[in-house]
């Protein structure tokens, strides 16, 4: 089981940037994958999840609104697109899964990470 992620980058405050997940190892539309985010001496936090089959979407309530998690099926690959982009938004930014269908899991319950992407939002 592999997570790779990608599309960080540096972006002004009111910006855009899409996060990509590629999954490798198993099929991603049968399991819970999620985007976590951490800033130095700060906890992971859970940002936005979709749920194994049916697919629910689950969203913190800071970024409610701005960002969207999406996956494509047919290439095993999650994004998170962020709009409206927050210099609070600034974190190394993971995709992470624990091969289980639900949502309502924390970043000590995931097993499989990717490595990090760093999304840099200027004011």
């Known amino acids: 089981v592999q997570l790779q992620a990608s599309g960080g980058g540096l972006v002004q405050a009111g910006g855009s940037l899409r996060l990509a997940c590629r999954a490798s190892?198993?099929?991603?539309?049968?399991?819970?994958v999620a985007w976590f985010r951490q800033n130095p001496g700060k906890e992971r936090e859970s940002v936005a999840c979709v749920s194994g089959k049916v697919g629910r979407l689950v969203y913190a309530d800071s970024v409610k609104g701005r960002f969207t998690i999406s996956r494509d099926n047919t290439k095993d690959t999650m994004f998170l697109q962020m709009n409206n982009l927050k210099p609070e938004d600034t974190a190394v930014y993971y995709c992470?899964?624990?091969?289980?269908?639900?949502?309502?899991?924390?970043?000590?319950?995931?097993?499989?990470w990717g490595k990090g992407t760093l999304v840099t939002v200027s004011s």
């Open positions: 992470a899964t624990d091969l289980g269908s639900r949502c309502d899991r924390s970043a000590e319950d995931m097993d499989y």
């Open positions: 190892g198993f099929t991603l539309e049968y399991y819970a």
